[in-house]
């Protein structure tokens, strides 16, 4: 079957969202659609079942596929949405911040990489989401939201991918904050010493931006 001739999808952005914005643990939902066949075979949901196959460096994520850290991130956002300033664009980013890891990863001299997944996950962001909604500015923020959820690595690190200017014009700092803070606390083994330090690497985030933005 050709795309062109693929019938609307099963659920609808409504109900998705019904589930992301009130459930205690979303990531329970998605596992259903997966039990359903619905992430196997159902466009756009097919784009979140090519995570169950897509590994992840076992030295940074420990919990195994980026499927299983996308659902522990989901229920880490869920757990802290009222904190944001927009939970419904928060949640969505936290079920979508990876889709892009599935067409780069690669194995590179012996290690699990996928550079620039998030720019690839900001265009696959969008295109599942206007299989669901044609709300453009909700696509865009939570596609913004996507395409800079890494700067918290590249901005601690110093590394050359770091773009704040960019970024605080496309998106809020304080969002992207708390994103990552739910991307850094979806993974295995996480100790209460690990999430102290995650919080102190958000902290260290926060303060470069803001010397970065008034320098």
């Keep these: 079957m050709i795309r062109g001739e693929m019938t609307m999808p099963s659920l609808t952005f409504q109900e998705i969202d019904n589930h992301l914005m009130n459930d205690n643990k979303p990531s329970n939902f998605i596992i259903e ?51 944001s300033q927009n939970p419904q664009v928060l949640m969505w980013a936290a079920l979508l911040h990876d889709l892009g ?11 699990i990489t996928s550079y620039d997944h998030d720019a690839v ?18 696509i865009h923020q939570v596609a ?11 901005v601690v690190k110093g590394l050359p991918f770091a773009n704040v200017k960019k970024m605080a014009a496309e998106v809020s700092i304080e969002e992207i904050a708390l994103l990552g803070f739910c991307d850094r606390l979806g993974r295995g083994e996480m100790t209460p010493q690990k999430k102290q330090e995650e919080e102190q690497t958000i902290e260290k985030f ?3 931006c803001m010397e970065i933005l008034q320098g």
């Design 206 to 208: 926060l303060v470069r």
């Design 144 to 154: 913004k939201m996507v395409r800079w959820h890494m700067q918290i690595l590249f």
């Design 33 to 83: 659609l997966n039990k359903a066949g619905i992430i196997e075979t159902e466009y756009p949901f097919t784009l979140l079942g090519a995570l169950k196959d897509t590994p992840q460096s076992p030295k940074h994520h420990p919990e195994g596929s980026v499927w299983n850290h996308t659902l522990m991130v989901l229920d880490n956002a869920a757990e802290r949405k009222h904190l």
């Design 121 to 138: 996950g900001e265009k696959l962001t969008g295109q599942f989401l206007r299989e669901l909604t044609r709300d453009e500015r909700f």
């Design 101 to 111: 890891k599935a067409p780069t990863t690669r194995m590179r001299k012996g290690r």
